[in-house]
Structures are given as C-alpha cells and as structure tokens.
C-alpha cells in the first residue's frame, strides 16, 4: 500500500472521497491520529490498541479506518470537511478540480491565469509564471507577439543592421 493513498506507516493519509470531490488528509502521527478520532466522533477508533501506531493504522485502513472516514465525509462538502478538520488540527485540504483552482482567489492574486487581447484573435488566456520572488511577485506581463511583430528591432539591436541592411532582406524575401 502506497502511493496516492498512503505507506506503509501511517493511515489515513491521501485523497478521500467527500459529497462533492475529495479531501486530502494527512494522519501523521499519535497525536493528530486522536484528534482526527476526535473529530469524526469515533472514540472506539482512538482508544483502539491496534489502531495506536501508524503502522497498525495502515494495517487496517481497508477494513477498518476507511470506511470510518468514507462514512463521514459521505454526506459533507470537500470543502466544509477540510475546514472543520483544519480547525481541529488535522492536516486537511479540499482537492480542488481546474476550474476550482483557476477560479480561487489565491490563484487569482498569484496571477497564474492572465488574459491578453490578441490582435485578429480576440481575449487569449495564458499560465501565469508560478515563481515569484521578492516584493514584486511579477515582472510587467505583455501579450506574446505577433509573427515578425520584433522582427526589425530584433536585427538592428541585437545583430548590429541598418535600416537598408533589413530592408534589403525583405525585399529579397528573407524576412517577412
């Protein structure tokens, strides 16, 4: 057992299903492990000695700890279930889906989804660049160029032409 779904060591921890998506859970160790008990109202669970470590939590995940969590999520929203377990200090987080995350406002202050108007295509929609450092998370964002849109400044500034030099390459056809 392990992957998405957790180790071999500790239990539960992954994605678990909820009313309307998934929650990811994160049990690890004694303590959060009671008060995850605790939350989900199974004290039986808590003071159960087989279920004491992570490794025996893990050893009875299938038969014993899921269908405790799976029973409790059933009915609750994703995003009220993480809530209620974060505030009782349980490692918890709604699994959001792509419009969820484009539309939250984090994603949004972080500008991970930008918009341009793109000449002859209308509104264009880009990733935003996910690294941000120092005071100002981002440089000045523009819309990608047009085809040959910095062709001449390109070939003046940066390979030393003139004006005639890059007209003459366009009349020949090289350059558009």
């Known amino acids: 057992m392990t992957g998405r779904e957790g180790s071999r060591n ?3 921890f992954g994605a678990f299903p909820a009313a309307d998506g998934h929650v990811a859970i ?3 160790g004694d303590a959060v492990w009671r008060r995850f008990c605790d939350a989900i109202e199974r004290p039986d669970l808590r003071d159960d000695p087989e279920l004491a470590t992570g490794r025996g939590r893990a050893a009875h995940l299938e038969d014993r700890v899921r269908p405790a969590l ?3 999520l059933r009915d609750r929203p994703k995003a009220e279930a993480a809530a209620y377990l974060a505030e009782r200090q349980v490692p918890a987080a709604p699994v959001l889906d792509a419009r ?3 539309e939250s406002p984090h994603f949004q202050a972080r500008q991970m989804v930008l918009e341009f108007d793109y000449p002859g295509a209308g509104t264009f929609r880009a990733s935003g660049n996910p690294i941000k450092l120092g005071a100002d998370p ?3 964002v523009r819309r990608p160029p047009l085809l040959g849109e910095h062709t001449d400044a ?3 500034d940066l390979a030393g032409l003139t004006d005639e030099e890059i007209a003459e390459l366009r009349a020949d056809g090289a350059i558009g």
């Open 10 to 12: 500790m239990a539960p």
């Open 26 to 28: 994160g049990v690890i």
């Open 70 to 72: 799976e029973g409790w």
């Open 100 to 102: 969820e995350v484009t």
């Open 138 to 140: 981002s440089p000045p």
């Open 154 to 156: 390109v070939l003046r």
